[in-house]
């Protein structure tokens, strides 16, 4: 009995080894052919370079052909610059792709620089890379060979007046366009029409002209007596107003008749009887085709056009011979004449000049404002920077990118001796003054260690306390949130605040203090300005537009 169930424990025995060992065929084959998870392999071709050189970044990834792989992009190894980026290979290893992207890095100071761990997503799963230290060295120089020179300074380099030459130009054209319309309308000679040239006529000339114009009418042939008659009558009060100095044109018949005779009678006017009595009777009979609507005979009519002409031209006969003085009257009279009709020209001129003027400044005003329109002609100092050339740089490290209306120029900033333990550098730019009309400021500051974290509020209180130095009161602070245009996040403080000018006036400014920062160090941009300058506004939202920095260190 013993011997039988021993026989039965080791049958059993054996039969869980055979089932063990058959199980463990069946996992074998699942085991051999399961699938392991993309593998991300970074590595440098050096850890030390010259100034200038360049490190090639191999990133390889080895994952399904099925994955969305993204490698990182831009700028994303600073300290270091990307140079350029080259997709190396593709290779297919059984079922897997391996994917091969080589960077080329350099750096253009020396030092001892970190490359950050980089990003890679696969299927929107981020991998990250390790971290390198890189030495960057200076350029041995032999002395002996190469001189060494001293930094140049820098140059003033003058405005550009190209905008300014070209407001000129466009004035300049503008007044030649209303100096021509004034001359052309107003100024030129103008060729004389028939009726100026007929006036221009001596008084005898002209009332013998118009005598023959009117022999040639068409009143007697379209029974117009009345018409005839009064031209005829105006014909020869005129002449005899201009040359014999009658005050012709309001007389009555009797009263001209009578001044003639009483010429006569004085030897003034060598008329003969029968010559006033002819006149006397032509005036009667004008007066009854006038006044009582007589007709006369066609022949009467024509008879007395025909005397009418004798009269004056005997009465320019009778007239005595001018005297020198009389001449010399005349030419002053004409010249003083014509200096009247000059003088006239140039008034109207200036009179429609003034107009346009006004009516083209009243029109500005209206459409534009008259600050707009007081600015441009007289000029405002916001309203300069605004419109003229603007330019986009990058300041500091990390750096700053931005768009100003002039350089930021680099300032001699001396550290606190209780911050030199924390700070490694600080570099600060800036155009302006906190208490100028207008002023841009960026700062970067470093810290020794690399793992210190940003410290906004510090940085915050000493940019105010800057501003109190510098004499500003009463300021108001608020904060929010700041994002770029490339999604970074930042904290915006700003605000007003008041200050005294020389004069005692006291005026409102505006401030904008952006900070950024990451691990390592911090940056900030201040802008301050005038409140209610039109044109700082407006210069502030451009710059916070093309507002951009690097938050790895």
Request: charged share 25%; hydrophobic share 45%; aromatic share 8%.
């Given at each position: 009995m013993l011997i039988e169930g021993l026989h039965k424990i080791k049958s059993v025995q054996r039969s869980q080894v055979i089932l063990g060992t058959l199980l463990?065929?069946?996992?074998?084959?699942?085991?051999?052919?399961?699938?392991?998870?993309?593998?991300?392999?970074a590595k440098v071709d050096t850890l030390a370079i010259k100034i200038g050189e360049q490190i090639h970044y191999k990133i390889t990834v080895e994952t399904d052909s099925t994955d969305v792989v993204f490698f990182p992009e831009g700028q994303t190894f600073s300290p270091l610059e990307t140079v350029e980026a080259i997709m190396a290979d593709t290779l297919k290893n059984d079922n897997k792709f391996i994917l091969q992207k080589i960077y080329s890095l350099t750096q253009f100071d020396s030092g001892s620089y970190t490359i950050p761990p980089q990003r890679i997503a696969i299927n929107e799963k981020p991998f990250f890379t390790d971290s390198f230290q890189v030495k960057v060295a200076d350029v041995v120089v032999d002395t002996t060979k190469q001189k060494m020179y001293d930094i140049k300074p820098l140059i003033e380099v003058e405005k550009s007046t190209a905008d300014t030459w070209l407001i000129a130009l466009w004035v300049l054209l503008g007044l030649i366009v209303v100096g021509g319309l004034v001359y052309w309308f107003f100024l030129r000679k103008k060729p004389l029409t028939e009726e100026e040239k007929v006036a221009m006529l001596p008084p005898y000339d002209r009332a013998i002209l118009e005598l023959k114009k009117l022999e040639n009418s068409r009143y007697l042939i379209q029974d117009e007596y009345k018409q005839y008659y009064s031209e005829l009558t105006d014909i020869v009060r005129s002449y005899l107003e201009e040359d014999v100095h009658l005050s012709a044109m309001e007389s009555t018949t009797s009263e001209l008749i009578t001044k003639l005779e009483m010429l006569k009678d004085a030897g003034e006017l060598k008329l003969e009887d029968d010559t006033i009595q002819q006149f006397q009777k032509i005036l009667q009979t004008?007066?009854?085709?006038?006044?009582?609507?007589?007709?006369?005979?066609?022949?009467?009519?024509?008879?007395?056009?025909?005397?009418?002409e004798q009269i004056v031209t005997k009465t320019h006969e009778a007239l005595p011979e001018p005297t020198e003085e009389d001449l010399l009257f005349d030419e002053e009279y004409l010249e003083e004449l014509a200096k009247k009709k000059q003088r006239r020209k140039i008034y109207w001129a200036a009179a429609i000049f003034a107009g346009i003027l006004i009516l083209g400044s009243a029109f500005s005003v209206a459409y534009f404002g008259a600050k707009k329109v007081r600015d441009t002609v007289f000029g405002y100092p916001t309203k300069e920077l605004l419109e003229g050339e603007w330019v986009a740089s990058s300041y500091g490290f990390p750096p700053i990118e931005l768009e100003t209306p002039?350089?930021?120029?680099?300032q001699d900033a001396q550290l606190p001796e209780e911050t030199k333990e924390l700070i490694k550098e600080l570099q600060t730019f800036s155009f302006g003054s906190y208490v100028d009309l207008f002023s841009v400021n960026a700062s970067s500051i470093t810290y020794k260690e690399q793992t210190e974290e940003p410290n906004f509020d510090a940085a915050i209180v000493s940019t105010l306390t800057s501003f109190e130095q510098l004499g500003l009161k009463n300021i108001i602070t608020k904060q929010e949130e700041f994002v770029t245009q490339s999604g970074v996040k930042g904290l915006k403080t700003f605000g007003t605040a008041t200050f005294d000018e020389s004069d005692g006036d006291r005026k409102?400014?505006?401030y904008n203090i952006l900070s950024f920062g990451g691990k390592g160090f911090i940056q900030q941009v201040v802008i301050t300005w005038e409140e209610g300058d039109e044109y700082a506004e407006q210069m502030?939202?451009?710059?916070?537009?093309?507002?951009d920095v690097k938050t790895q260190a």
């Open positions: 463990l065929l069946f996992l074998l084959p699942t085991f051999g052919f399961s699938q392991t998870g993309p593998k991300v392999h004008a007066d009854l085709v006038k006044f009582a609507k007589s007709k006369p005979a066609t022949s009467i009519a024509e008879q007395d056009r025909k005397v009418v002039d350089v930021l120029v680099r409102k400014a505006k502030v939202n451009r710059i916070l537009n093309s507002l």
